[in-house]
């Protein structure tokens, strides 16, 4: 059995988890023998990155947690997408030529409305859009997947942390029966304890790989410690798994960006909780069974 598998079940016969945590069921994370498998930005080896159709793809294959990145229009909207500019994965440039640098802050939300989404990435998504964050989670809803949303570039958005928690608890997910399928991370620890103080039933997490030394200050408001796989060790992940989170579970760590079976497979030896990978169905193949 999974180390994991097996604090899980000592917890559980001690019954002390139900007297300890305030949420319903902060555990997202299904504790068996695989690490969890997240498509990132959506399956996004297979359609656009962070679009609804990378979001179904995902879907299609059977994977039931999609990673996406939220952002901020200039009229305030949330929006999907990972880098602070629209150049990479949009048509931005051809619409709006006279609008460099193209930053997604400098545009309203109807402007990102128009824009092709899915050219970029082949010709059998053109015409794919940027979604808001309100499409995301229906298209999830509708899916019936779970959630771990990234809040990117904080700093460019002051007050991003209450709107997302408002959207979503506008469309339902911030329910108890959402609980078990949202993670909200950020690689600012500022913005991943802003959360946590103002939604405590959330399960969050902190990007990055910080030293196990500071650990005992982020276990204070966050469930998860996520780094890169290139950095990361089986004494790194196990020191981390020492800890105890925000709800009174050892912290997990879900890595990141792996898309190859080898480096799955060795990930998953070193006993991560998670695997964010934009292959999910390459990395849930390899770890079957490890
Ligand atoms: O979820 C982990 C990963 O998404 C963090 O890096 O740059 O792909 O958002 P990035
Ligand atoms: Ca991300």
Known sequence: MHARAVAATTTALLGTAALLLPAPDVRAVEVGEQPTVIAHRGASAYAPENTLAAVDKAAEL???????DVQR??????????DDNLRRTTDVEERFPDR????VKDFTAAEIALLDAGSWFGPAYAGARVPTLEQFVHRIDRNRQK???EIKNPALYPGIEKQTLKVLANEDWLDRRHMSKLIVQSFSADSVRTVHDLKPRIKTALLGTPNVADLAYYAQFT???NPSYSTISAGYVSAVQAFTGAHDRPLEVFTWTVNDAESARRVAGYGVDGIITNTPDVVRDAVEGS
């Open 223 to 225: 469930d998860q410690i």
């Open 147 to 149: 959630l771990l949303l």
């Open 100 to 103: 460099a640098p193209w930053k």
């Open 62 to 68: 059977g994977i039931s947690w999609v990673e996406n």
């Open 73 to 82: 229009t200039r009229d305030g909207e949330l929006v999907v997408l990972h």
